[in-house]
């Protein structure tokens, strides 16, 4: 089956670059001239580095947690126009922390343009779900030193999608629909406490989950000028089930007589983006909020060991919610040099994890500080972040970095 | 089991998705739009997300390049995505 969907994809990029080809010798001269220059490769990117400075003692000594650390990340990134209509896009994340490196492609996709509107994506591509992965992840967007809470690296959030996308941007819409492969959900055979987690996080090197999702996202742009954009993102899945899951989850039959069983899984998102120039103040007000629900119904959790005998037998809702809201202050229009160029970031977040789940967990974020901008893309950070969770209490953090875009 | 998906919710947000389709695609042609510049389309839609890019960080061809990454990123039109590169390569001196 993955072989076969391979093929597909392969089947859809040669029959795009066919087409590009023919119509490029047919048309105009200008597209002909236009085709493959090697000019038009932009070799782009982002980094980061900084300092996180953990202030509890206590959570350093009950979690072996070292009391600093070191994030590095690296994020080169390729983007090549081969015709007027067909282009390619790619980044590929290379992280360290705590001493470990780790490195993956982050995208890598072909994009085609197919009318004055629409562009369809084929490939690995951020998901367009909710605001965050797709547009604020890079750390020279972000005003702030941290990510939201569940938004990071195999979070509760989907941060790329691998199938296919057709977006359509116009002044007052913009949507965003897409089929693409399902995520799975842990089955806790390596550690029972992640049982029911949804593995959001796509590794090209592992076994994919071969059922097909849908997903869209319709942002709503209500003013002549786009500085408020409300969006709402729908996601459906058919999650792969772990061996110890039992309940509500459907039995497919495949023609070669083989079963298999998989949740249904519904994900929402509500986002805000409002960007408005307060004359006043002298400065530039940025908000943005996004708030993600997910939908996997009852789960039961069996586990017996090889004689037969129970060892764990519970069952619960698997439904859980995150969500931010990111909002930053730069005094744009005051006259001293320094002062416009800084900028004051309040961020709070909120993570609600299934209840009755072994991985059950409230927490709450608020990350307060002061950035400055040294040009464009390269911007200082350092914030002071406070996390309250049920399990472990307060934790005070402080967090300094240095992020640039090239 | 297999339709445990179309709940309220679901429906709801197709009803929403619907509308916005809809509403988009019944306006007419007459109404009177107001073109903006490339240079006012540049800093409302580059600066949504991030600061304002210098023009002259990249050279025509370049530029060619980024807005196309851009016009999929941001969602863009290219009625939109025109303009901002004509402007983008008239102020980069390239």
């Known amino acids: 089956m993955i072989r076969r969907s ?37 070799f782009s990117g982002n980094g980061y580095c900084g300092v996180d400075v953990h ?10 947690m070292e009391s600093t650390s070191l994030p590095i990340g690296l994020a080169p990134i390729i983007l090549w126009k081969l015709t007027p209509r067909l282009f390619i896009e790619s980044e590929f994340d290379f992280m360290m922390d705590h001493g470990m490196l780790s490195g993956e492609i982050g995208y890598a996709n072909l994009c085609y343009s197919t009318n004055k509107l629409g562009t369809i994506q084929i490939g ?7 605001i965050y992965s ?31 996308c057709y977006k359509v941007g116009s002044k007052h819409f913009t949507y965003a629909m897409y089929a693409s492969l399902s995520p799975k959900i842990d089955g806790g055979s390596e550690n ?42 729908y996601k459906w899945m058919q999650l792969e089930v772990g061996e110890h899951y039992h309940g509500t989850a459907v039995t497919h039959t495949h023609p070669s007589g083989e079963q298999s069983k998989y949740y249904i899984g519904n994900m929402y998102a509500v986002d805000l983006t409002i960007e408005k120039i307060l004359a006043r103040l002298k400065g530039k007000i940025d908000i943005k909020a996004q708030v993600n629900y997910t939908d996997i119904g009852t789960n039961n959790f069996i586990k ?38 800084s900028g004051i970031f309040l961020h709070g977040g909120t993570l609600q994890l299934p209840i009755g789940s072994l991985w059950y967990e409230t927490t709450y974020e608020l990350t307060a500080g002061l950035n ?35 | 089991m297999g339709c445990r998906f179309l709940n309220r919710k679901f429906v709801m947000l197709t009803i929403c998705f619907a509308l916005a389709f809809i509403i988009h695609s019944c306006k007419t042609k007459n109404e009177l739009i107001i073109e903006k510049s490339g240079a006012q389309l540049w800093g409302e839609n580059c600066g949504r ?20 990454h851009m016009k999929v990123r941001a969602n863009i039109s290219s009625k939109e995505i025109v303009l901002i590169k004509e402007f983008l390569k008239s102020a980069n001196g390239d």
């Open chain 1, 192 to 233: 029972v406490k992640n049982a029911g987690k949804i593995i959001f996080h796509i590794d090209l090197r592992e076994k994919f989950n071969e059922k097909i999702g849908f997903g869209a996202r319709v942002g709503i742009l209500p003013f002549k000028n786009p500085s408020v954009e409300l969006g709402l993102s």
């Open chain 1, 372 to 406: 400055y901008s040294f040009n464009w893309q390269n911007i200082l950070k350092i914030g002071y972040q406070q996390i309250s969770t049920a399990k472990k209490g307060y934790t005070n953090n402080i967090m300094l970095q240095w992020a640039v875009g090239f």
């Open chain 1, 304 to 341: 017996t060991s090889p004689s037969g005998i129970t060892e764990i037998d519970y069952s619960y809702s698997n439904k859980s919610e995150i969500g931010f809201v990111m909002l930053s202050f730069k005094p744009i229009l005051v006259d001293n040099y320094i002062l416009k160029r």
């Open chain 1, 134 to 164: 797709e547009r604020y992840h890079p750390f020279w967007i972000n005003n702030a030193p941290n990510t939201p809470l569940g938004f990071a690296h195999e979070g509760y959030s989907p941060e790329s999608e691998l199938g296919v």
């Open chain 1, 55 to 64: 202030l509890n003692k206590s959570l350093k000594d009950s979690t072996g």
């Open chain 1, 124 to 130: 690995k591509f951020l998901s367009p779900f909710g």
């Open chain 1, 6 to 42: 391979n093929y597909c994809i392969w089947i859809i990029i040669f029959s795009f670059l066919i087409f590009e080809k023919g119509e490029a010798i047919n048309n105009d001269t200008i597209a002909k001239k236009e085709n493959f220059k090697f000019s038009r490769i932009v």
């Open chain 2, 49 to 68: 997300c991030h600061n304002t890019p210098d023009p002259t960080t990249y050279t025509d061809e370049k530029w060619e390049t980024v807005a196309m």
